[in-house]
T-cell receptor
């Protein structure tokens, strides 16, 4: 069974640009969650999608957005990048509910904003 | 929204039992408690999950007291390969339209010494 895949693995952008990250969940998983990981703040919940709908959102500004397609693949977008957006962005999939089910994490996308 | 607190770091010798405690004073009735392990440059990996009392699997045990305001991950006879960061996650089941928050602790860096 293939694991969660994320593309690209590394990305370098400059302030003001926008970026789109992609996540392919494990086959059959319908819930996809996104997290931002930084040394100072640790793992922070961005949002979760289920059946193409955003089911919950963490405390991030509107520059962070996402979507989920009918095949459960998900993308997240960050517009008007800031230096503080440099982080490891992790995607996790689960069968139904990331809180109550085991989440399977991808390797992450390392975003560097210059 | 449950806030979680864990020790920042712990050291242990090989072969010893390690107990890592996470505090989550305002855990909600529907919240599950899940522990993840993360190695450098990888996404977190599921270790164990519980709701109350004790849960044991092939790699760890999870102890949750009756008031559920804390939980303790127990790793028996650790080896060098257990050197990693351990996170506790407290999350609520979705209800109705599906709305929940997932809160990770800042993580405990476990160093196993030969």
């Amino acid at each position: 069974k293939a694991g969660v895949t994320q593309t690209p693995r590394y990305l370098i952008k400059t302030r003001g640009q926008q970026v789109t990250l992609s996540c392919s969940p494990i086959s059959g998983h319908r819930s996809v969650s996104w997290y931002q990981q930084t040394p100072g703040q640790g793992l922070q919940f961005l949002f979760e999608y289920f059946s193409e709908t955003q089911r919950n959102k963490g405390n991030f500004p509107g520059r962070f957005s996402g979507r989920q397609f009918s095949n459960s693949r998900s993308e997240m977008n960050v517009s008007t990048l800031e230096l503080g957006d440099s982080a490891l962005y992790l995607c996790a999939s689960s069968l139904w509910n990331g809180g109550a089910d085991e989440q399977f994490f991808g390797p992450g996308t390392r975003l560097t904003v210059l | 929204l449950a806030k979680t607190t864990q020790p920042i770091s712990m050291d242990s010798y090989e072969g010893q039992e390690v107990n890592i405690t996470c505090s989550h004073n305002n855990i909600a009735t529907n919240d599950y408690i899940t522990w993840y392990q993360q190695f450098p440059s990888q996404g977190p990996r599921f270790i164990i999950q519980g709701y109350k009392t004790k849960v044991t699997n092939e790699v760890a045990s999870l102890f949750i007291p009756a008031d559920r305001k804390s939980s303790t991950l127990s790793l028996p006879r650790v080896s060098l390969s257990d050197t990693a960061v351990y996170y506790c996650l407290v999350g609520a089941l979705s209800a109705g339209a599906g709305s929940y928050q997932l809160t990770f602790g800042k993580g405990t860096k476990l160093s196993v010494i030969p």
